[in-house]
């Protein structure tokens, strides 16, 4: 058999079990609040319950628990498409979002943590129907496959084969020998950051409802709101710097932080290249549109750097809160913030994009080719903090960096034929690709995505699943080559 389809079913009716679990906790709260969208969500929990229920015990008696690649990719990619269709349940059935591109729209940015939203009152929406919005955040973040990863103790037979599918990157780092001990160990730490994040934005004036929220999809790099005009409904500095500093850290690699937080080592985070180079770029960058604030629109410091903080580093952890529309600032601004619509966060957190390692990995090698055309029998490997790293590596980055180049190009191309406006095309794609949220043109951080096309919002919603399984794992099984018996 080519395919352990058996073992296949039997997963996706495990995280179709866990879906269902997540929406009680919605209903939970909507019963607390009295409201009448409770109904939907008992529902809606109870269909994917059931169908996840079906699905497992029609495949549990399995030959093998063993996973090959070829599964894990295939469960990774059903597995958030299953979960983003059953995940409109909630937003068509409750009345919230009754058509299904716009729910599923809606669902897929969750999961993935775009943050792209075609909601246009979302204050209006039920507070259970807004848990479940940025609870689709919070599980997308760390990977829902992570989580069953953690939990279930038999997914550690062929597990690396899920992390590696679900979590891609230049090399996926373990905290521990076994994948499933360092599962649980990213969870807990992501867990308790969320824990710490929701306390200290409700000590600082957020009330108890929204700091939970906010909390949830900062950590998971997402930027769902529960505020129409996003971050920038609470005018309080503490609360913008109590989210800027947890969006910095959910964009920097789980890995390093477990190692600061946990073991102490912080001589060992300030020794990783990629971190300094994240935390380089963001100073570097945010000291330019500060000094440009204050000369072309005439803010005052403080109001420029904080203004300026935010918005670069919202958009580098591809978070996509906003507490300003940075597209009505100039246009040289604008061109800069389209940039950093590419770059990434770090690899190993929770943040999409293209990621910071991949483009030190590209302009050391482009650097080195240079020098390799002066001594063409000199042996120069790309070296990171130190240790070279693996060739393979280096094609693998300069491949991913030239097929999202090319993804990018048919998606504006594609997005454009449907009628929509240059900038707004650019803008959509790079911000759906790189699971970022706001972007520019008609899809600002001052406008949404209900304006779109229906043909459009699938492409981009594809998009979105693509840019955050990072292009392979889909692409994939898009290939002949894939579904051969070997």
């Known amino acids: 058999m080519n395919f352990n389809y058996k073992v296949i079913g039997n997963i996706l009716g495990i995280l179709l079990i866990i879906n269902g679990g997540f929406m009680l906790l919605c209903l939970g709260v909507s019963l607390y609040y009295d409201e009448s969208e409770s109904i ?135 905290l521990k020998p076994r994948i499933q001990d360092t599962a649980k160990r990213l969870w807990y730490l992501y867990v308790g950051l969320t824990f710490i994040e929701a306390i200290a934005l409700y000590l600082a004036g957020m009330g108890g409802f929204d700091a939970v929220n906010h909390a949830l999809t900062t950590m998971a790099t997402g930027g769902f709101s529960t505020k129409n005009a996003s971050i920038a409904y609470y005018d309080s500095s503490l609360i913008h710097y109590i989210i800027i500093f947890f969006m910095f850290l959910a964009g920097t690699s789980f890995t390093l932080t477990y190692i600061a937080l946990i073991k102490r080592n912080f001589n060992k985070v300030f020794r990783n290249e990629e971190f300094v180079v994240y935390l380089v770029f963001t100073v570097v960058i945010t000291a330019i549109v500060t000094t440009a604030l204050m000369v072309v629109q005439d803010f005052g410091l403080a109001l420029s ?35 950093l619509l590419f770059v990434g966060g770090s690899a190993g957190s929770t943040a999409g994009g293209v990621k910071i390692i991949r483009h030190v990995v590209l302009f050391k090698n482009s650097f080195l080719e240079l020098k390799r055309q002066l001594h063409p029998s000199a042996i120069m490997p790309v070296r990171i903090s130190g240790k070279a790293i693996d060739q393979n590596i280096v094609y693998n980055v300069l491949a991913f960096i030239m097929i999202y180049i090319l993804v990018f190009l048919v998606g504006v191309t594609l997005l454009s034929s449907m009628n929509v406006n240059f900038d707004t095309a650019f803008g959509a794609v790079a911000t759906s690709l790189g699971n970022v949220g706001p972007g520019i043109g008609d899809v600002g951080p001052a406008n949404n995505f209900s304006g779109m096309p229906v043909g459009g919002k699938w492409l981009l919603s594809f998009l979105m699943i693509l840019g955050r399984l990072e292009l392979f794992t889909v692409l994939m099984l898009l290939s002949p080559y894939f579904w051969r018996k070997r």
């Open 40 to 174: 939907s969500l008992a529902i809606s929990s109870a269909i994917t319950l059931l169908s996840g229920f079906v699905l497992w015990l029609a495949t549990h008696k399995k030959t093998t628990k063993d996973l090959r690649k070829k599964d894990g990719y295939l469960i990774v990619s059903l597995g958030w498409i299953v979960m983003s269709f059953f995940g409109v349940l909630p937003y068509v059935l409750s009345g919230t979002i009754p058509s299904i591109t716009n729910a599923f729209f809606e669902t897929v940015s969750g999961f993935t943590t775009t943050g792209a939203s075609i909601l246009s009152d979302i204050e209006s929406v039920s507070k259970g129907i807004l848990f479940w919005r940025s609870l689709t955040q919070w599980i997308g973040g760390m990977g829902i496959i992570v989580l069953a990863l953690a939990i279930l103790p038999f997914l550690g037979i062929g597990g690396m084969q899920l992390f590696v599918a679900e979590a891609p990157g230049i090399t996926p780092d373990k």
């Open 305 to 339: 750097f904080r203004d300026a903080l935010f918005q670069v580093v919202s958009l580098v952890t591809t978070t996509g809160y906003a507490t300003a529309d940075y597209t009505s600032w100039s246009s040289f601004l604008t061109v800069l913030f389209f940039i």
